[in-house]
């Protein structure tokens, strides 16, 4: 759908080093990087506000690298929603579509259907420095999804916002992933964000991708010691959760089950830090734990840590300081006892 | 306690020196209201030559004011939004007007419209700047332009070039985004340019005088009129003529203060 390739933009402060992406119709792709690492002018590079400087960013088949930015299928949400200041709420969203002359019919309809599928049947009047920031957010999306653009580039669109606005703009985004056939490409430096928001996820750093894979893939089998660092090494287990008493009973999709302190209901990825998951070689018994019997398949140093990874019918890996590995005596193909706490498991 | 003593002093001392001026100016200005009775100045507000200066003054500072901004506008948004080469040349030569005596500027003003070969052509085809109220609204534009300029400028600067990019990806060319985007979001500052140029334009003396002479109701605006009449010792149609003045740098400073917002003056 989006195919970008070798592309170069230098801004002096921000640049583009040879961008090699690729995204698929329909697709929620997310671009998890660092500050710095060139996110948003990558984004403003494909609506075209930046020109290219080397490389060609194609859109449906159409080589779209030179043509300016009206007359690409393609719209952006920045951070910080950059709302007119001077216009109302009704007249931000029908901004673009008075601007490109659509008749009355045609623009009263479409303003209604995200009016409708974002609730803002109540602000219509307001101006924006009234609102809240999710109230910004789901306008700027308005504004920017009548335009019925193929892509919608999304900057940031979660992070700057309090919790339960960050949980209301993440179900809306699926939402409206789901009920519209726009392809979605957003940028975020919150690995939880990217883990839960894309079908895909590329890596970017110093104006590079540096890996892009399913989101599990990426997190799992990080390509090299920046991603590695960057993202945390989580164990992510996919499965199927239900409530009962408070508790999540989470069962894996290759077997086994795990509780977490959740609400979450119905599919999930399970998240847990190696680093929250105690070893013994001898059976630990205790209720309100997860606990596992496995294997070491291998051990490997990080900068202060040693990660084991444990095959425990899943593949699990688990941190532990240089101290208590040299303490345990731990060899390649010791069996292991795994605990770790309810709380410890984060479904997403 | 001995500190707090001594910041006391300090600050008995420092509110000394500012009542001090604060007292100064209010004299000053009491000084020319109060000189006549207000049926005197009701009489010569109403009389010929002042009736002429004041319309004479709206008008010039009214044109001058349009010029600025027709310039102001585009130069405050290049210089503000735009790299290229020679622009701090560019940005020091704008400011040139503002260092430079009123009344030199006047007198290169009289020689670039009266010696140059351009300013020669201009007069043939009848815009003589030179002695004419033409010559007025050219004076108080070249002594105000930079200060328009700088208020755009910085008006420009505080907003947000993102807006002008989401404005193009909605459909915008630039023209169109800067017309329905930067501009009605530049809102105060135009206000508060064309105030100060305006305000200005209305006090504008040195450079008048040297470009368009003093002649009585003909180049006679309010300053004119103030330092004719104190020339000819009519001290009375001088003070008539300088009460305006007040008002509308008192009119001016109101609209600055409540629109000025961070504009950046100097």
New interface residues.
Partial sequence: MLDIRNLYTDLGEFSLEGIDLHVNEDEYFVILGPTGAGKTILLETIAGIYPAEQGKIILRDKEITEIPPKDRPVNMVYQDYMLFPHLTVEENIRFGLEVEEFSEDVISKRVSKFVDLLDLENLLHRYSRTLSGGERQRVALARSLVMDPDLLLLDEPISALDVPSQERIMKELKEIHRETDVTILQVTHSREKAIRMGDRVGVMREGKIVQTGDSSEVFKKPDSEFIANFIGTDNIFEGNSKLDDGIAHVQLQNGGEIVSVSDKEGHVKACIRPEEIMISKTPIDSSGRNTMKGEIVNISERESTIQLDIDAGIEIAVKITKKSYSDMDLNKGDELYLSFKATAVHLI | MGKNMDSNRFKAATGFFLVLIVAFIISVVACVVTHTTPQALINNLTSAEILFAIRLSLITATASTVLCMIIAIPAGYALSRYDFPGKSIANTVVNIPLALPPLVAGVGLLLFFGQTALGKGLTSIGLDFVFTPLGIVIAQFFINVPFAIRIMRSTFDSI?P??E?????????ET?AFW??TL??S?NGLLASSAISWAKGMGEFGAVLMLAGATRMKTETLPLAVYLNMSSGDLELAIAAATILIIVSFSALYVLEKYGGDANIY
């Avoid at chain 2, 990019?165 to 060319?173: D, E, I, M, P, R």
């Fill in positions: 947000n993102r807006y990019h989401v404005a193009k990806t909605l459909g915008c060319n169109n329905k985007v009605p979001m809102k």
